[in-house]
């Protein structure tokens, strides 16, 4: 039988990101016995060993590692239809729109102004979050709408309305000598001795190689920046959130960032489809702002 039970799945994610059944039943709140027994049950029933087990804990097979990418996706797929299926039944719930705080400002007041304007138009929550975050919101359930970036964000099962295309601009600790400059390419910002690039966390959660500090937040950055302890580089339109220790220099050869808004695949609201419409009325496409 391949039908799987999502009280499965939660003792099975349990266990492998715990890799320690005592810590796992802990955590669910259940003995551990009745959880060895669920997740031997759970190996018989799929036909594959999903852990290997030793007195220390267990690890991941190569099958277990499957199973957890798609488990967490099951679960984030059931409670993400719960939420939206309670939200279906309120009929004077807001539209939530999820983006990084600091990110597109002006795009974004412009569509929820335009939106706003539209007949019959519900309120729009505004959720911010940290780089990244949006793609899970939008798969949880917790938002409807997302306003997201190309290259960078994870919009892999998506659907997606092009809004915004520019430039990227350098961001820099005004007492540097770069500050000083009309512009910049990426060699040059990628090979700083004293200013090493910060460096963001991947779609997959991990960072890349690099001297540069690790920064998940907004704030962590601007303050690492006005420090003179990093730079970085960004769209232009993030400047919105600059500091007046910070310096903006355009990055004449990065690549083109688009912002877009992204919302679940066949969505059937009528609200999100209203907000796409005053969305594709504001596509447009822009370069670099000029530097400081």
């Known amino acids: 039988m391949d039908d799987l039970e999502t009280r499965e799945l939660r003792y099975f994610v349990a266990v492998a990101e715990e890799l320690h059944f005592g810590r796992a039943a802990v955590r669910?709140?259940?003995?551990?016995?009745?959880?060895?027994?669920?997740?031997?049950?759970?190996?018989?029933?799929?036909?594959?060993?999903?852990?290997?087990?030793?007195?220390?804990?267990?690890?991941?097979?190569?099958?277990?590692?499957?199973?957890?990418?798609?488990?967490?996706?099951?679960?984030d797929a059931v409670a993400a239809a719960a939420r939206r299926t309670r939200r279906a039944g309120d009929l004077k719930r807001p539209l939530v729109l999820v983006t990084k705080a600091g990110a597109s400002h002006e795009l974004l007041q412009r569509l929820l102004d335009t939106f706003a304007s539209e007949p019959s138009a519900p309120p729009v929550d505004v959720l911010l979050c940290e780089v990244g975050e949006q793609a899970q919101l939008l798969r949880n359930g917790r938002a409807d709408v997302a306003l997201m970036h190309q290259p960078f964000d994870d919009l892999a099962g998506f659907d997606t309305?092009?809004?915004?295309?520019?430039?990227?601009?350098?961001?820099?600790?005004?007492?540097h000598p770069l500050a000083s400059r009309s512009q910049l390419t990426l060699a040059e910002v990628s090979d700083v001795p004293d200013l090493p690039l910060a460096r963001w966390p991947r779609i997959d959660g991990s960072y890349p190689d690099g001297p540069g500090p690790e920064?998940?937040?907004?704030?962590?950055?601007?303050?690492?920046?006005?420090?003179?302890?990093?730079?970085?580089?960004?769209?232009?339109?993030?400047?919105?959130?600059?500091?007046?220790?910070?310096?903006?220099?355009?990055?004449?050869?990065?690549?083109?960032?688009?912002?877009?808004?992204?919302?679940?695949?066949?969505?059937?609201?009528?609200?999100?489809?209203?907000?796409?419409?005053?969305?594709?009325?504001?596509r447009s496409t822009?370069?670099?702002t000029p530097a400081d």
């Open 28 to 75: 669910l709140g259940i003995e551990q016995p009745p959880l060895s027994r669920a997740i031997r049950q759970l190996e018989r029933r799929i036909g594959v060993q999903l852990f290997d087990r030793n007195r220390r804990g267990a690890a991941l097979t190569e099958a277990g590692e499957v199973l957890l990418r798609e488990a967490q996706a099951a679960l």
């Open 286 to 288: 822009a370069s670099s």
């Open 161 to 175: 309305e092009d809004l915004y295309v520019e430039g990227q601009i350098a961001l820099l600790p005004a007492g």
């Open 215 to 282: 920064v998940h937040t907004q704030s962590q950055l601007a303050q690492l920046v006005a420090l003179g302890k990093t730079l970085l580089v960004i769209p232009a339109s993030s400047r919105a959130w600059q500091w007046p220790a910070h310096v903006a220099v355009p990055v004449v050869d990065a690549p083109d960032v688009t912002t877009v808004l992204a919302w679940p695949p066949n969505s059937h609201s009528p609200d999100i489809a209203s907000l796409v419409r005053s969305a594709s009325g504001l």
